[in-house]
């Protein structure tokens, strides 16, 4: 058994590698997204103002200033941590009588006036510090979220596919080889080839863009390898009947391109409505996405992530026991 997975194993990365393409697409499109975004944010922050607030956000005073967002915050931990990294510029607990402000912020402290001079002067200050989150710190997890996604989908998806059309999987079903052996060395595969293309495009760029980084790599990558094992089980859903390229390629755009603008690669839900935040839960990427960037910018631990975890690994068997069912060699 082991002897036909490695074969197939094997043959599967030649193909790839062999196809230049392909390899320098993987590898060069993320770069080019990252660097192109790195300087296009390279000057100031854009002046928007976002306030975080403990528990439900007062109808009046303050809490009206127009060109202001204000978030109500669950977690206040979670919210002063935003705090410290520039991602909230102001945090206001009416309840506990206090306020964080980071005075290493250009715009904490005229936020601060503006609050303190609104009938809030009792509040008491709460100073932090920490580097600022830019743009592409931010957007980073996401692009190689999204590299992961397409990388899955189309390398999996698209070329089961195409051997079923051209009759690959008709001469493998003559050999002693099973269903579960040929869709398991797919799976290795594929997933050996993400992690080695997100490695590279991760600390390549991190050599000239130097991403804020404050939790551990290993937990990082647990986070995409888990992400990418459930890209990938989608995918083998998709292509587990599927004899038309065009057919594949057109269900593979309706599941990735939804997945690309709804699970927070490019922006923040935060303020979006309800409605679409629900919607993005729905959404493996969404999770791989919000469990990276809570190791990255947040030190996040093993334990911190592990609902986001828990949701891929219960996706990812749904997924293989679905692709397992529907798959045929015909």
């Excluded at 009206?64 to 915050?73: E, S």
């Amino acid at each position: 058994m082991m002897k036909r997975l490695l074969a197939v194993f094997i043959a599967r990365n030649k193909e790839f590698l062999r196809d230049r393409a392909a390899l320098g697409w993987n590898l060069l499109f993320p770069v080019l997204i990252v660097a192109g975004f790195a300087f296009a944010f390279s000057g100031e922050p854009a002046p928007l103002y976002k306030v975080g607030v403990a528990g439900e956000v007062p109808p009046s005073g303050f809490f009206t200033t127009p060109h202001v967002q204000f978030i109500a915050v669950d977690d206040l931990a979670a919210a002063i941590t935003k705090v410290e990294r520039h991602r909230l510029d102001l945090l206001v607990d009416i309840g506990g009588a206090r306020y964080w402000v980071n005075d290493e912020s250009p715009r904490g402290p005229l936020l601060e006036r503006l609050l303190l001079g609104s009938d809030n002067a009792a509040l008491r200050k709460q100073a932090v510090s920490g580097r600022q989150i830019r743009y592409v710190d931010w957007v980073l997890p996401g692009v190689l979220g999204m590299n992961i996604m397409f990388s899955a989908l189309y390398g999996v998806g698209f070329v089961i596919v195409r051997y079923r059309k051209n009759g690959v999987l008709k001469r493998l079903k003559a050999t002693p080889l099973s269903a579960i052996e040929f869709l398991a060395a797919q799976i290795v595969s594929r997933l050996w080839l993400i992690v080695a293309v997100v490695v590279v495009v991760f600390f390549g760029t991190h050599l000239f863009v130097d991403f804020a980084m404050y939790g551990n790599y290993l937990t990082l990558f647990l986070a995409f390898a888990m992400g990418g094992i459930c890209m990938i089980s989608m995918g083998l859903v998709i292509a587990a009947r599927i004899a038309s390229e065009e057919f594949a390629e057109g269900m593979l755009n309706l599941i990735s391109w939804p997945m690309m603008f709804l699970s927070g690669v490019w922006f923040s839900l935060e303020g979006t409505h309800p409605l679409v935040q629900k919607l993005a839960m729905i959404f493996p990427l969404t999770h791989m996405i919000d469990a990276a960037r809570a190791v990255m910018l947040d030190g996040a631990s093993l334990a911190a992530i592990a609902p986001q975890l828990g949701v891929l690994l219960a996706m990812t068997a749904g997924f293989l026991a679905i692709g397992a069912w529907l798959f045929r060699w015909e």
